[in-house]
Each structure stands twice: as structure tokens, then as C-alpha cells.
């Protein structure tokens, strides 16, 4: 999407229920309306807190009131109210927005807001890419407590005595349950507060309670609350199965993200008319707990008068404002602010505070703020901690546990209200591959013993991971920040002192003496300057992200669940790219339950003081250093960027093992920082042997033993015992026997004489030798008439030696029509994933034209030019017979998809004019290209096959084709980063030569 350059009307905080109709209505009477959130999805009361029951009071008048599209989200009825499923609400909230003009920014955080003399100026933003400020005229607090309005009072989130509202779902449930009343007693709830309500699985029942708790201090309150809530549900849970026949075996099965409190407090009064007297600034009272249709319709009524307000005041202000941002030639997000107001306090605040942020996809125009300079201004709040902990997914909280086990205090700043990431909240909550073994197993079984009360569990993650990682949140020396947003880092003499992030009660400085980034991201990381690398290092490619749903109708298999697909790519550096995921991974997902979070594959890597390789991995070599393994198939989702993964050479389908140095933990040049999680250092596609939950969780705990050692010795991570901890690593089975026992390598002679004698498993470990050893081995072979697959070999390394063995094999091959050979059906799928060789006629052809392209003979462009020229492009579907593989556009269902990266490879190697003809030919089929998408666009991008036409187009491009040049210029303006950068330097580089042959 365009960025839009005019001046923000209204920025409306908080994208509840009256938050999006306050946007909604504005955008009708055409301001330009920007709305902010800090979760990834609209609609809090309902989907957030999981208040999917409406009571049905004042329904003619809603009906009379409401547009048509509001009237469908609570069209669903039961025989005791509305329903308002969580997917179909964010569903629908963000058709509404997006129908109506109103831009979202999801992941935002309000953190203060800025005024001069006239009146409000805009807001701050903490957000995953720094510290932020949005320009506006006017602003509208549309949060649950009124947020902005304490934050800018200075008053806590929550304190004091307060009712904690919650809701929870058992599945299972046997028919109508009665006797909830002894329940309450038992376990001291609200009276009358214990209901059961309908879902859309007639199995499954929602669970709504009360009770009473006390709040005290800021940053953290909530999260304390939270904690105890969901512990206080499981407890019910436990009494309801136990107590109340209908749950006998019924199963917990999910909580909701967030409790709704209900305080007493009187120095901030739930009315919108307690807002400090700033200019500009209103708010709307937030809707209440039990809300009917009849508050909906006045929720709709109170939006519009808001943005009738706006629209009022805008147009007051309007002329005045524009002839000064002339008269300055002050951009919007440029015009200058006299004030920041955060935690009651007012700061200076000018235009030198403020840059651009480069993001041509963003739909507004923002600024960043410098995190050092905001907080020595702003200095919030600052916690100490032995270790900082940001990101709780499973490698984050893996580290919690081992760290506070060896008696640290640990802060932990996570986005989710539960702890785990992929493997509880993303809801891959089984095992895939990965080595299951080690701490990874022993916490796995101890989690299973601690949620036993709550339903009958068999899984290694979900619900019962994420109860014992919430319980072990309570113990002592633990500070939970949960549903916080890191924001940015402090560092000291090259040392990463302190981590930024901020909640609803505003910034806040974690400080430590180690930090561990495990956001995935290498948010941490990157904030600090450490150096990365991101995807292919041609294209920029990733992996898919998922944000899953959960099936109405339960399945016997995951291979039959809808909504376990994954629709895009994402770069982690562009806030537009978030954006586009978040609203992407809601399109055609489940009606009942999205994951609240975006999971990404594949991410940044570090840099780091040692690096992951395929040729180690594969090679099995032996590291002193070793911290942690991972166990695995290469499973890349759909594109590998190894040549070897072309020729079936990437583990063939079989479990590699793999042993990672510890360096590969530590950025390069930083100190007082260890990256867990995905985001280590290495090759892309050695690190994608790293990324399963198993794998993840048990190097999570180990690098929570080694930031505890750090602690311990009062040294720097790079100088710690690691002996002493690889012994300990060792007595937890993190680190397997396996791991310092590796297989005997076979000499470079012995191996290249076997590929002599075509054996293909010497022939791909050869290829994974230097060149400098291989090849004149390879020479004297082939001077000695030994030939076999040595001559593949010799193409490999580049020699023109045995082209015209190759160049016979391949036109005999073309001969035979072989290249037209469809891969094996009962095998397609893991041929296109994991590149395994099984010895058909197409993996013999993908493998020749990976030689042909490689070798240092130019007369093999011939028969190359003649296959690419008769193929007939990514060739018939395959029907598929699971919605898993269905539904997945990273599943790429056409057989010759991955014979077009061959042929896109090896034309790119060999980069001769003589290949254009065809090159332009095979461009020219039907199905081929057109799969670039404009910025702006609402049309659902084919990435895989986007990136297959792509890597043609460069390819031609390279080879000097005028029509691969064309094709690239579509990409110019494509939805995905990677895919515009690739398209500018390769059109770029083109034109250099261009002017170097004139």
C-alpha cells in the first residue's frame, strides 16, 4: 500500500469494539483515520477477551441503527443470547475497516501523547520497530480502561481492589451443567458469576467467572493479574470435571487472552469526561462487561458523535494548517510539537526528535524516535534483573525456567498474555521433527503431570505447556511483563545494558547484566546493531509464516484441519510487511478460533562469532564449543537456497543431526547479549535444520544456563566455563551422546574415485568438498578415462572437463522425452520439500540441468537452450487430497515448480545470450508469469509462484532478455519487499552493463 502523505484527522487508540466503529464512522464522513493497536487483531472485548456472548436486550433497536455489516458480526443466536465467534469478529471488523478507508496499525502501543498551543499533535508509539510518533489533529481514546488518559494522568493501568472478569473453554462437555453455585463457594468466586455459555462446537462450552483480587505497582500489575487469572481458570476447571458430572471428561481448551478488570478507582472515574483538559483529546467510555445489543446500538450512536466532533474540528483547523505546513514546507509527520505528555509528566519535544521512518508500504506516514534519547528523557521506569529474558515463546520460556532454576532473578517481556509462542499461543502444538529428548522431554512430562486435573492431555505443547510455564511464572524471582512491546535497547561501551518496551502503563527499562533475545526476530539484536543476514542471499526469499486456526468440526488428523495454512512471506525489518501478514493470515481462516499471533519461520540471523554451515552439517563435523542440537529432515517449506538442495543433496529426506557451536548464539562485536530461539547465526538453510519447538526449547534452556553462569562468574558470555556447562548440558540430555561422536570422513580421493563408479551417495558428499581438494583429483580421474558421475562432478566445480559426456547425457535425455517425465505421485511431496533423489527420470533431469549450468564448457548452453525451450511450464496441478497440502500456498502443488528454479539457476549461472530465445519462449507460456501484485491491492498474492516467475525473470534478465527485463519491472511496485529489492538490483545491474557494452 501507498503511503498516504496527508495530515491524520483522527487517530482513534485502541481497536475494540467502539474503536473500530469510531474509525469507521470518521472514515464515512471522510477524514483520514488512523487506527491503533497493540494486539495483531480487532474487536478486544470479544476476541481479545473472549466475551463471545451477547445478551439480546435492545435488538430491534440495534437492527434499526446498525449498518447491515455491524448487524451480521452478532447475526449468530443460541437459545440463551448472541454469539460473536473470535475469527468471525476479527474477520469481519477488519473487512469493515478496510472497506471503509480506515487504516490500521497493529503492534502499537501508546505511550504518550504530543500538543502545542492549538492542541493535540499526534501520538507516541512504542512498536516492534523502534519508538514511533503518528501526526495527527486530533486523537480519540478508545481503550478498555481508558489507557492514554492514565497514562498521561500518571495513574496505574489497575491498582487497588479490583474484580478480575475471565473466560475459558472446555471441550467435551456432556449437556447443560447444574450445581455451579458450590463451585463459587469453593473456590470463592463472585456470586452468580459462574456461566456457562454455548459455542460453535456443540461439544464445547464457554466458561465466564469472577473473583476478587488487589493490584499494586505499575508495569507488571496486570501481568500479575493475568497470571493468577489463568491459574484461578484452570482451578475451576479441575473443580467443574471433578464436582459437576457434564465435565466429567471434559477438557480445558482455551483461554482467553485477556481478563477484564473492574476497579474502584476513584482518581480516574470510567468516564470519558475525566480526560485531562488537553486540546484535541477525547475519549469513549469503554463498553462493560455483560454488554447487550442496546450498548452496542449506543456505542454506535457515541461513535458517531465523536467523529462528527472530528470532522467539526478538522475542518476548523484544516486551512490554517495547511497553509502553515506551506508556508514551514514541514511534511505532516514533520510539523512541529512543543510537548510530550507520558506518566504525567510534561517534556520538551521538537522536529529534531524526530525521522522519517523509510517504509514505502506503510499506508501513513510515521516517525521515528531515537530509544536512547527518549529514555534519558523520558526516564521510565527502571526494573533490575540478573537476566533479561525478551520473548517468551518456546525458547524464551525455556529460559526462564532454567535460568530462575539456577536462582537468578529474571525479567521477562513477552508480547502474549501466555507463555510458549509457536508451540502454546501458535498453536503447532505438537512435534514435527526436532530431538525430543533432553529438557525438551523432561519439562514436557512434567507439564503433562501438572495439567492432569484440568482434561485428559497427550501433546508436548499446547494447554498444558503453557499451564506450567504460567505456574512457574509465581515463583519467586520472577518479573512477568506479558502483552508488552520491546520497543528498543539502551548499550554502554558496546554492551547491551538495558532492553525498552512499554505497556499499558507506558515505557519501562529492563536492565541486566545478561540479556537474551529470544523474540525470533532478533528484535533485541538488531536494535542493538548487531549485524544480520535475512533469506536467500539472491532474492531475499523466506519461508512462509502461518497464523493458524483452529477447525469447528474436530478432525482425526492435522493433514485434515482447514485452517493450518500458511499464506505468506514477511520481511521482519518493514512495519508494512507485519501489517500485511496480520491481515493476510486472517483471510478464509477459521470461524471459531484464530491464533492471536503471526508465527514466523524464518526470520533474521545474526551474525555471530561462529557459524552454522551446510557442509559441517552435513559432513558431521565435530565442534568443541557445542551447546545445543537440533534433529531434523530439511524441511524448508517449499525453497532451499543450496544448489545442493537442487540435485537432492540437502539430507535426502532423512533426519540430519546437527550439533551448534555456541558462538552461533553470540552477535558479533556485542557484549551482555545471547539470540535463542531461530534467529542464530549460520547459513540459511543450515539454520532451517533449527527451527522445530523441540529443538528450540531445549537451546533455550541451555542458554539460560549459560546467561546464569555469566551472572555467576560476573563475566561477559563469551567467558563463561562452557566445559562446565556442556558437563551440565550433558547430565540433562540436552546434549545426546551423538553430539561428540561423529562419523569417520571418507578422504576426498576415496570418495571422488566411488562418483567414478557412479555411486550417487559419494557423489553429493563430494560436492560438498573445497573445490581447491576436489578437483584436481576430479582431473587426474577423468585424464585416466574414469569417468561415471566423476564427470558431474567436474561440471560442479566448473571445469569444462567431460562437457561432452554431459552435454551427450542431456541431449539423450532430451531424446528420450525424459524431460517431460512427471515426478513420482506417491512421492511428490517430499520431492518438492526436502529435494529427495529417487533415482526417476525427473530428478535425473533437475540434477543434469544443475550441471549444465554450472559447468565451465559453454557448448552445454546448447542442449540447455534446447530443454528450457520445451517446457511447457509448471505443468498440470496435482490434485492434492488434504486441506493440509491444499490450502498451503507453500505446498506448491504443480510438479515442474521446482524445475523451473533449475532452469532459472542454471540460465543465471551460465548467463549466455544464447539461452534468451528459449528463456523468452518458456516465459511466454500460459501460467508462467503475472503473478506480481501492486502495493494497494486487496488481490491475495501467489508468493511461491511469484517467486518461481522471479527467478525466470532475473535469470533472463542476466542473459540480457528484454522481455525478462519487462517482467521485472512489474515487480517494481510488488506487495513484497523482497521481491521490489530483487526486481531494482537486478534491473539496476542490468542497466550498469548495458552502458559498459555501449
Known amino acids: 500500500m501507498k503511503a498516504n502523505n496527508a495530515m491524520i484527522d483522527l487517530a482513534v487508540i485502541g481497536a475494540g469494539i467502539k474503536g473500530c466503529l469510531t474509525a469507521l464512522r470518521a472514515a464515512q464522513s471522510g477524514l483520514n483515520v488512523v487506527l491503533v493497536e497493540k494486539r495483531q487483531f480487532p474487536g478486544q472485548e470479544i476476541t481479545a477477551g473472549g466475551h463471545t456472548f451477547i445478551r439480546t436486550e435492545g435488538e430491534e433497536r440495534f437492527n ?21 465467534p473470535e475469527g468471525l469478529t476479527k474477520q469481519w471488523l477488519m473487512d469493515a475497516l478496510e472497506q471503509h478507508g480506515a487504516a490500521v496499525l497493529y503492534c502499537a502501543e501508546a505511550a504518550g501523547i504530543t500538543h502545542a498551543q492549538a492542541g493535540t499533535t499526534g501520538v507516541l508509539l512504542a512498536t516492534p520497530f523502534g519508538p514511533m510518533h503518528l501526526a495527527a489533529r486530533k486523537v480519540a481514546d478508545a481503550t478498555e ?49 459462574l456461566r456457562v455459555h454455548p459455542t460453535l462446537r456443540n461439544d464445547t462450552k464457554a466458561v465466564e467467572f469472577a473473583y476478587e483480587d488487589e493490584a499494586s505497582g505499575i508495569c507488571a500489575a496486570r501481568s500479575v493479574l493475568e497470571t493468577r487469572r489463568i491459574a484461578k481458570a484452570e482451578a475451576i476447571a479441575a473443580c467443574l ?19 477484564y478488570f473492574e476497579g474502584d478507582d476513584t482518581r480516574f472515574p470510567s468516564d470519558a469526561a475525566a480526560f485531562p483538559s488537553i486540546e484535541g483529546l477525547r475519549s469513549l467510555s469503554p463498553l462493560q462487561w455483560g454488554f447487550s445489543l442496546n450498548d452496542l446500538a449506543d456505542a454506535w450512536e457515541e461513535a458517531g458523535r465523536l467523529a462528527q466532533w472530528a470532522a467539526e474540528a478538522t475542518e476548523a483547523v484544516g486551512a490554517t494548517d495547511g497553509a502553515a505546513a506551506e508556508a514551514t514546507g514541514a511534511s505532516p509527520e514533520r510539523q512541529g510539537t512543543a510537548q510530550l505528555v507520558m506518566n504525567g509528566e510534561e517534556l520538551a519535544w521538537s522536529q529534531e526528535d524526530l525521522t522519517p521512518y523509510a517504509d514505502e508500504g506503510m499506508p501513513v506516514c510515521l516517525s521515528l524516535v531515537s530509544a536512547e534519547r527518549l529514555a534519558a528523557r523520558a526516564k521510565p521506569p527502571v526494573f533490575q534483573a540478573d537476566i533479561c529474558i525478551a520473548g517468551g515463546g ?11 532454576r539456577s536462582g537468578k532473578s529474571v525479567a521477562v517481556i513477552e508480547s502474549n498474555t501466555l507463555l510458549g509462542g509457536t508451540h502454546t499461543v501458535g498453536l503447532v502444538t505438537g512435534y514435527y521433527d526436532g530431538y525430543r529428548g533432553g529438557m525438551n522431554q523432561k519439562i514436557a512430562d512434567e507439564a503433562q503431570a501438572f495439567a492432569q486435573p484440568t482434561g485428559l492431555w497427550k501433546s508436548g505443547g499446547g494447554l498444558p505447556h503453557a499451564s506450567y510455564l504460567n505456574h512457574h511464572l509465581q515463583e519467586p524471582g ?101 501489517l500485511r501478514a496480520i491481515r493476510e493470515g486472517h483471510l478464509d481462516n477459521s470461524p ?32 568443541d564449543n557445542v551447546v545445543a542440537v537440533a534433529c531434523t529432515r530439511a524441511d524448508s517449506h517449499a525453497y532451499t537456497s543450496s544448489p545442493l538442495a537442487r540435485i537432492g543433496g540437502l539430507g535426502a529426506g532423512k533426519e540430519v543431526q546437527v ?152 541431449a539423450q535425455a532430451i531424446d528420450q522425452g525424459r524431460h517431460r517425465s512427471l515426478p513420482m505421485l506417491n512421492a511428490f511431496r517430499a520431492s518438492i520439500r526436502w529435494g529427495r533423489d529417487y533415482g526417476d527420470d525427473f530428478t535425473l533431469v533437475n540434477r543434469l540441468i544443475m550441471f549444465a549450468g554450472r559447468s565451465g564448457d559453454s557448448r552445454l548452453a546448447v542442449p540447455l537452450a534446447r530443454l528450457i525451450a520445451d517446457t511447457e511450464g509448471f505443468g498440470p496441478l496435482h490434485p492434492g487430497i488434504m486441506p493440509y497440502d491444499i490450502r498451503r500456498d507453500d505446498i506448491v502443488r504443480y510438479p515442474f515448480y521446482n524445475r523451473l528454479l533449475n532452469i532459472a539457476y542454471a540460465a543465471a549461472e551460465r548467463a549466455d545470450q544464447c539461452l534468451v530465445p528459449a528463456l523468452e519462449t518458456l516465459l511466454s507460456r500460459d501460467g508462467v508469469t503475472g503473478y506480481a501484485v501492486e502495493q494497494g491491492s486487496t488481490a491475495r498474492p501467489r508468493f511461491m509462484l511469484a517467486h518461481a516467475e522471479v527467478r525466470l525473470a532475473r535469470a533472463a534478465v542476466r542473459c540480457g532478455s528484454t522481455l525478462g527485463r519487462e517482467i521485472m519491472a512489474s515487480y517494481l511496485n510488488d506487495k513484497h519487499s523482497f521481491f521490489r529489492e530483487t526486481a531494482r538490483r537486478e534491473l539496476e545491474q542490468a542497466g550498469k552493463a548495458a552502458v559498459l557494452s555501449f
Open 659 to 810: 550439533r551448534i557451536p555456541y558462538g552461533c548464539f553470540i552477535p558479533k562485536g556485542i557484549e551482555g547479549l545471547l539470540v535463542a530461539a531461530k534467529a542464530l547465526s549460520g547459513e540459511r538453510d543450515a539454520t532451517s535444520f533449527c527451527r522445530m519447538n523441540a529443538d528450540i526449547k531445549n537451546a533455550g534452556y541451555a542458554m539460560g544456563l549459560a546467561a546464569a553462569m555469566a551472572v555467576d562468574q560476573g563475566s561477559g558470555v563469551r567467558d563463561i566455563d562452557l566445559p562446565k556447562l556442556q558437563g551440565r548440558l550433558k547430565e540433562l540430555g540436552i546434549l545426546p551422546e551423538w553430539t561428540f561422536r561423529g562419523q569417520e570422513r571418507t578422504d576426498t580421493a576415496k570418495l571422488a574415485g566411488q562418483a567414478a563408479e557412479s555411486d550417487l551417495d559419494a557423489l553429493t558428499a563430494l560436492l560438498r568438498r573445497p573445490r581447491e581438494a576436489a578437483l584436481p583429483v576430479l582431473e587426474a580421474l577423468y585424464q585416466e578415462g574414469k569417468r561415471g558421475l566423476a564427470v558431474h562432478a567436474l561440471a560442479w566445480f566448473g571445469s569444462a572437463s567431460g562437457a561432452v559426456e554431459l552435454e551427450e547425457e542431456l
Open 64 to 84: 434499526r441503527l446498525c449498518p447491515t455489516w455491524l448487524q451480521r458480526i452478532f447475526s449468530l443466536r443460541n437459545e440463551q443470547e448472541a454469539m460473536a
Open 592 to 623: 471459531f478460533h484464530i491464533s492471536p499471533m503471526v508465527t514466523v519461520r524464518e526470520s533474521r540471523r545474526i551474525k555471530g562469532e561462529d557459524e552454522l554451515t551446510i557442509r559441517n552439517i552435513l559432513d558431521d563435523r565435530l565442534y
Open 241 to 259: 470435571r471433578q464436582s459437576i458430572p457434564e465435565f466429567a471428561e471434559a477438557s480445558l481448551s482455551f483461554h482467553a487472552n485477556d481478563a
Open 145 to 193: 480502561r481508558l489507557n492514554l488518559g492514565r497514562l498521561i494522568s500518571g495513574i496505574p493501568y489497575v491498582s487497588g481492589r479490583v474484580v478480575v472478569r475471565g473466560v475459558f473453554e472446555m471441550e467435551n462437555v456432556k449437556g447443560d451443567a447444574a450445581g455451579l453455585s458450590s463451585v463459587e463457594s469453593r473456590l470463592s468466586l463472585v456470586k452468580g458469576s
Open 478 to 578: 520472577v518479573r512477568y511483563f506479558g502483552a508488552s512491546l520491546v520497543c528498543g535497547t539502551l548499550k554502554e561501551d558496546g554492551r547491551v545494558k538495558g532492553v525498552l518496551a512499554a505497556n499499558e502503563d507506558g515505557l519501562f527499562l529492563v536492565e541486566a547484566h545478561v540479556t537474551i533475545d529470544a523474540t525470533g526476530n532478533a528484535d533485541v539484536a538488531a536494535f542493538a546493531g548487531a549485524a544480520y543476514e535475512l533469506g536467500d542471499p539472491e532474492t531475499g526469499m523466506v519461508q512462509s509464516y502461518s497464523v493458524w486456526g483452529t477447525d469447528v468440526l474436530p478432525t482425526g488428523s492435522f493433514l485434515s484441519n482447514r485452517y493450518l495454512n500458511d499464506q505468506g512471506i514477511c520481511h521482519p525489518d518493514l512495519y508494512s510487511e507485519r
Open 394 to 404: 518456546a525458547g524464551g520460556s525455556m529460559a526462564v525456567v532454567s535460568a530462575s
